[in-house]
């Protein structure tokens, strides 16, 4: 059984950058497909990013993409969310999740099997 713990998440200000993490224990992430996801209060939560299990081929949401990079280190067990140029509005709880599937670089929540309970990030206006 895979658990995942996220951790890094803090109170920032706007422009700043920030670098989450996630890892795994329990097993192996070799052949997942690693996933981060946001969510604010009264909404959905939302695709970020993934990255595949060898390679480093990646997918994002528009709303990151050249901002945020994702990347792995398979040998620690652990996935990696790059935040740069901060805005307010990337305030959130941001989640990492593991597809073992890993057919393609998903943003389908359902296809993720694991989920982690969470870091908070706080981008100040």
């Known amino acids: 059984q895979v658990q995942l713990v996220e951790s890094g998440g803090k109170l920032v200000q706007t422009g700043d950058s920030l670098r989450l993490s996630c890892t795994a224990t329990?097993?192996?992430?070799?052949?997942?497909?690693m996933g981060w996801f946001r969510q604010t209060p009264g909404k959905e939560r939302e695709f970020v990013g993934v990255?595949?299990?060898?390679?480093?081929?990646?997918h994002y949401a528009d709303s990151v993409r050249g901002r945020f990079a994702i990347s792995r280190d398979n040998t620690e067990n652990t996935a990696y969310l790059q935040m740069t140029s901060l805005k307010h509005e990337d305030t959130a709880v941001y989640y990492c999740?593991?597809?073992?599937?890993?057919?393609?670089?998903?943003?389908?929540?359902?296809?993720?099997?694991?989920w982690g309970q969470g870091t908070e990030v706080t981008v100040s206006a």
């Open positions: 990255i595949s299990w060898i390679g480093g081929g990646t």
């Open positions: 329990g097993a192996s992430l070799r052949g997942y497909c």
């Open positions: 999740a593991a597809d073992w599937k890993c057919m393609e670089l998903t943003s389908v929540m359902f296809e993720y099997d694991y």
